[in-house]
C-alpha cells in the first residue's frame, strides 16, 4: 500500500521560512518524479514545483521563484519544500505528489496535505 505523508506545516510570520518534508512508502521512491502542489480556500489546486527522479532537474511556479527550493533524499523516501521569505499569499494546503513523468500533470499519488498559515 502507497503512502504519501506530508510534514512540517504550521502559522508562521510573513518573511519567515519553514520546510516541509514528505516521506513515501509502498513504492521504489527513485522510480518516480515527485512535486509540490497547493490549494488555498477558495482556489483550485496549483502546481509549486516539481523533480526529477535523480533530483538533477527542477521547476517552480513563479509566484515561489527564488524563494522555495525543491529538493529529495532517494535513500530517505523524503522529498522536501524550503520555503522562504513566505508571504501571505503562500497560505494553502500544501499537498506531495508522486508523479510517473516529470512535471506532467498527471498524479499517481496523492498526500493527505499540511496546512502552511502565513500571518502578516
Known amino acids: 500500500q502507497v503512502q504519501v505523508v506530508e510534514s512540517g506545516g504550521g502559522l508562521v510570520q510573513a518573511g519567515a521560512s519553514k520546510k516541509l518534508s514528505c516521506t513515501v512508502s509502498g513504492l521504489t521512491f527513485d522510480d518516480y518524479a515527485m512535486a509540490w502542489f497547493r490549494q488555498a480556500p477558495g482556489k483550485e489546486r496549483e502546481g509549486v514545483s516539481c523533480?526529477?527522479?535523480?533530483?538533477?532537474?527542477?521547476r517552480y511556479a513563479d509566484s515561489v521563484k527564488g524563494r522555495f527550493t525543491i529538493s529529495r533524499d532517494n535513500a530517505k523516501n523524503t522529498l522536501y519544500l524550503q520555503m522562504s521569505s513566505l508571504k501571505p499569499e503562500d497560505t494553502a494546503m500544501y499537498y506531495c505528489?508522486?508523479?510517473?513523468?516529470?512535471?506532467?500533470?498527471?498524479?499517481?499519488?496523492w498526500g493527505q496535505g499540511t496546512q502552511v498559515t502565513v500571518s502578516s
Open positions: 523533480i526529477s527522479w535523480s533530483g538533477s532537474y527542477t
Open positions: 505528489a508522486a508523479q510517473n513523468d516529470y512535471c506532467s500533470g498527471s498524479v499517481n499519488y
